[in-house]
């Protein structure tokens, strides 16, 4: 994922309007010296009150002319609903969740929020709507609470307060001797790869975004720390569009719909259930690389739904 989004993923994986400040968006491109290719069109127009319907129709994509990457792929999301991605390595999975972010045009087909073709939005308007949680959780030399007000400056520290109890953070940050006030970061206090995940949740929760795409972390955690997460990811996902890319047994047994993702295209849909019971791809994956994550799970004393 990293390759993918880059420096752009770690910016929205803050929270931050990353395409708030045009200044910003050009500066970033001005330092990779590209020109940025994403810019709002003469007549773009905002979302006001979007539902989140997201819907990606016959997309095909390449990073260059030469590989395609996405070919005829269409999916849905209806609002409040949760889809899965799930699919072999390299599939094209995580270029489907940056195709939804804008990162990229299709070259072909259009991908769609409420109706509307992304290419017609502003792209402020897309980046209040759309809220990234990737693996990685950057935490700047600063204090908790500037941390967590990176997602929403005007933020009070009540509002701080909820989002941080929303992702079970709070407790941890009130034991601490100097609470919100704590630094982190490179130089600061140190949190755990669970406490960094919980934070990038509560700031995901203050920027209240309406789809939230997700690239869950593959990475094992202890077995409280795993629990806290999901929790906060599922106070986090409720009653919002997501799309996550999946690795966990939960999120895929929980999910609205799962595509499976293979070769740039959907080559199944369905429950987890159903899918099961279609004896495909998804069956294989689900056996093969799933079984592996019920293991680790039973050497660590849990139940199979991590
Ligand atoms: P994984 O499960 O391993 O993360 P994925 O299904 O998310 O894989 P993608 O990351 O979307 O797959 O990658 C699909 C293909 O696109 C891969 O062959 C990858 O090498 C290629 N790719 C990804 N990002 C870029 C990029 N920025 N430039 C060129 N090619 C890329």
Redesign the pocket.
Known sequence: ?T??F?PIASLANLGVNVYGSVALFGRLFEYFDEQPEIADKPNAVQLEQPIGHVELTDVSFS??QN?P?LSHLSLVAEPGEMIA?V????????????LVARLYDPQTGAVRIDGVDLRDLTLLSLAKTIGVVTQETYLFHATLAENLRFAKPDATDEELVRAAQAAAIHEMIADLPDGYDTLVGERGHKLSGGEKQRIAIARMILKDPRIVLL?EATSALDSASERAVQDALAVLLKGRTSIV?AHRLSTIVDADRIYV?AR?TVVEEGTHEALLRKEGLYANLYREQFERAVLDASDRDLPASV
């Open positions: 994922l390759r993918l880059g990073y260059d590989r990457i991605l699919g072999p390595s390299g599939a094209g999975k995580t270029t489907v969740s940056s690239d890319i993702i740039g």
